[in-house]
């Protein structure tokens, strides 16, 4: 039991010969890598997670529906660099709201296109499935 706290400490009753592989340095590299790999398991999903950011921003366009950070849902009505136009409300109680593009947090896509035909279809074929459950 000793031998096994000793190894640990870079230290060791046995012999020269038999050699310690971790020797003097090996807490020093093992801490090392589990440092690179926590810096790793830190950075790479915050990279994905702002490529996803940009790809989302520059489909952004007048007419597009998007859902911000609180909630509200709207339509496109205006782009600058900086800043977002939402066109919200219900009949005659329509509102223009503008916000930050940080403050976009989805982009639905434009009625009619490919996309929302397909996610239509997807809908439509989980209804039917439910329906046959029944």
Known sequence: ??????????????????????????IYVVFGLLLVGMILLMVLPQRKQKKRQE???SKLAVGSIVTTI?????????????????????GDNKATMQFV???IHSIAPAPGSPEAEAIEKAEKEKENEVDEIK
């Not at 706290?5 to 010969?17: I, Y």
């Open 1 to 26: 039991m000793l031998e096994l706290l000793n190894f640990f400490e870079g230290e060791s009753n046995t012999t020269a010969t038999e050699g310690n592989w971790f020797g003097q340095w090996g």
């Open 55 to 57: 790809e989302m921003m």
């Open 101 to 103: 593009r940080q403050a």
């Open 70 to 90: 609180g909630g509200i849902v709207g339509e496109v009505v205006q782009l600058d660099e900086t800043h977002i136009w939402l066109l919200t409300g219900v």
